[in-house]
């Protein structure tokens, strides 16, 4: 290790802040009073034997006790709300639907003297701004949607009755910046449409209502579903490149802009924890060439996530701040020390610029990995070269599509109109290639991950000495995981049950091949059985069965039909009828479409019919245990409170498992 890397992880930020983080992750998952204790002891010894060591134990010891605090203080308090009605003002922040009379937004309420955000639905018929005067029944969100909620800074959900009062607020500058947002939504809806349009939307402003499952597939196929969600990097083009591009040789016009340029994109792109992250970055970097002093990367990572961390302790949990924080260490720390070694012996300038190029977004990955697996499953094969294809039409499309938003004028749709074909259709076109997606769904795949990425991190920060070590336990680690995989995938033989909330589907999985149950409508379910497909590594569908769609979800039966193909599609007569129309051309029937495993039926079937076969997936509730002849009864509706002795209730579980034996043969009965 040189003396200026020797320097760099000596600073106090570079020390303090990964001990923070994880102080304030065992606060959140375990009993903190003993781990409290043990952190004071290794600090003490620390301070008395060990003093290089004493800021990271220092960090450990504050984490635990900011997350155990802000637990007892604000979680706690807000939670107990649980199950009550109460009557107060809320302020609308933003608005996530409205379908007929039925709004779903989110807002402020003040509750027992702690302002809190809630997602509220009901007749409500408000604007971002308002102030609804209303009678609201808390819940807690259900709990596979906790975590995430939290680090959204929701704890509770309510439904809305008795509106008495919907006023505006007056001049606010949030209630400014959503109108001018919606503005340049419309401007951008009004030049573009279909794929294109979803995909400009979701890239460039975080809307991604009108994605449908089959670019969201594309997009994780691919490895670039981080394009599709205004992020850190896209606040990096919105106040670096450009002011890069315009002041190249005037350093401190151009820090100068860019510092301007932060609380513009931050109210802008919104106040999500991973633009918030690269606000404080780029202002911290913006400020060294004014005072002429230099900014290291990795301290001013630190920095920037501890004082996020600090003063929103909620951000801990948020899976896209982890990413965010991860993806600039190993494209703006790891990846450039990793390039050095790996391409500082290329000769040809132009070869070598490229090659770490690539080394760069591959750090980037790899440092992700170990998250992007524990949500998601797996890990795109080619998300790194994909990434570099896309980042510069995205910074290109992305400077025009807000001159068009900003502007209305035409002109911008024009230019950007290449670019928003590439940006749409070199994922799809990576998306159709199943193989590109590797399925890393088995025990432990995340931990591997974590080691693997830890192996680079210490290539690029250690000597010689630890290089070939490290690549060595890199390779090991990499070849466990495809080895892993390749096992997982030929021994998979299991029915997986997911819902969206308005339908269910039962997914027997044998191998890499599939069929499908729909239960219920279809409506919605598309994109949460692609997810479920494709973390299994499923590549062909042979059955789709659902007797009960209606037209929405037969638009769903043909998205996944596009994205896996089918060879028998059993639907309803208006299903069928609907599926001819979108030119699906496998078999189409009409019928109940059970499916037999080997001898076990699987049908689907409204909650208190008396459906006989071996396993029926219900769809909606009674109010009472329902009567059932299934062996096995599974349920997914929130209401169905009340189970009979053989029942199970998925509404709460992201995927619920049967394992089958082996050798099972998926048909028609």
């Not at 290089?52 to 960090?59: D, F, N, P, W």
């Not at 949500?375 to 080619?382: E, Q």
Request: aromatic share 8%.
């Amino acid at each position: 290790m040189d003396k200026n890397t020797k320097a760099l992880l000596s600073l106090p930020a570079v020390r303090f802040a990964p001990f923070f983080a994880a102080g304030m992750l065992a606060a959140y998952h375990t009993e903190a009073a003993g781990l409290i204790f043990a952190a004071a002891a290794l600090l003490a010894l620390s301070l008395i034997k060990f003093r290089k060591a004493a800021v990271s134990a220092a960090g450990l010891l504050a984490g635990m006790l900011v997350m155990t605090l802000y637990s007892a203080l604000y979680i706690a308090p807000i939670t107990e709300y649980d199950g009550k009605t109460v009557r107060g003002e809320m302020l609308v922040t933003e608005i996530s639907s409205t379908s007929q009379d039925t709004q779903r937004l989110t807002a402020e309420i003040n509750l027992g003297g702690r302002t809190t955000s809630v997602r509220v639905s009901g007749q409500i018929n408000a604007e971002v701004g308002d102030i609804v005067t209303a009678d609201i029944t808390l819940s807690l969100p259900p709990e596979k949607y906790r975590d995430s909620e939290l680090s959204n800074g929701i704890l509770l959900y309510g439904s809305a009755e008795n509106v008495s009062e919907v006023k505006s607020s007056g001049f606010s500058l949030r209630k400014a910046v959503s109108a001018l947002r919606q503005q340049c939504i419309s401007n951008v809806k009004a030049c573009f449409e279909g794929d294109a349009e979803a995909v400009l939307l979701s890239m460039m402003f975080g809307e991604d209502s009108l994605l449908t499952a089959r670019l969201s597939d594309a997009f994780a196929v691919s490895g670039t579903t981080h394009f599709t969600a205004v992020s850190g990097t896209h606040f990096m083009i919105f106040a670096t490149v450009l002011p890069e591009l315009f002041f190249d040789r005037k350093k401190r016009v151009g820090a100068v802009v860019s510092a301007a340029l932060v609380p513009v994109g931050i109210l802008f792109f919104g106040f999500s924890p991973s633009v918030i992250r690269a606000g404080v970055m780029l202002l911290i970097f913006s400020a060294a060439p004014l005072f002429c002093r230099r900014s290291e990367c990795l301290n001013t990572l630190c920095v920037a996530a501890s004082g996020i961390m600090l003063f929103s302790p909620s951000t801990v949990t948020d899976a896209g701040f982890a990413m965010s924080v991860l993806g600039v260490l190993g494209a703006a720390v790891v990846g450039p020390r990793i390039g050095e070694l790996i391409c500082g012996r290329i000769r040809n300038a132009a070869l070598r610029k490229a090659a770490n190029a690539v080394v760069i977004s591959a750090c980037a990955v790899i440092c992700t990995a170990p998250v992007s697996i524990g949500i998601s499953g797996g890990i795109s094969l080619v998300g790194a070269f994909a990434t570099i294809i896309l980042l510069p039409f995205l910074s290109a499309g992305m400077t025009l599509i807000l001159l068009l938003g900003i502007t209305g004028q035409s002109l911008f749709a024009v230019a950007a109109f290449p670019f928003a074909q590439v940006l749409t259709h070199v994922p799809l076109l990576l998306g159709k290639v199943r193989l590109f997606w590797l399925p890393l769904d088995f025990e432990g795949a995340d931990i591997i991950a974590g080691l693997a990425a830890a192996m680079v991190i210490i290539a690029a920060f250690f000597g010689e000495e630890f290089h070939k070590c490290c690549a060595g336990m890199f390779a090991a680690l990499t070849a466990f995981s495809l080895a892993m995989s390749f096992y997982s995938r030929e021994n998979r033989h299991e029915i997986n049950f997911v819902s969206s909330g308005n339908s269910a589907a039962a997914i027997v999985c044998i191998k890499d091949e599939a069929s499908l149950l729909i239960s219920g409508s279809g409506s919605g379910i598309a994109r949460t059985m692609s997810d479920c497909l494709r973390k299994n590594g499923i590549t062909r569908l042979n059955i789709i069965s659902a007797p009960d769609a209606d037209f929405s979800g037969a638009l769903s039966i043909a998205q996944l039909y596009e994205i896996f193909g089918a060879e028998t599609i059993v639907t309803s007569e208006y299903g069928a009828e609907t599926l001819r129309r979108e030119e699906v051309s496998a078999a189409l029937s009409v019928g109940d479409g059970i499916i037999d495993i080997s001898g076990t039926t699987l049908a689907a079937a409204k909650a208190g019919s008396k459906c006989s076969e071996d396993i029926v997936l219900y769809y909606g509730y009674t109010r009472e245990a329902p009567e059932n002849n299934a062996g096995t009864a599974v349920y997914f509706s929130s209401a169905q409170k009340l189970l009979p002795e053989n029942g199970i209730n998925i509404s709460g579980k992201d995927v619920f498992t049967l394992e089958l034996e082996r050798n099972y043969e998926v048909t028609l009965k």
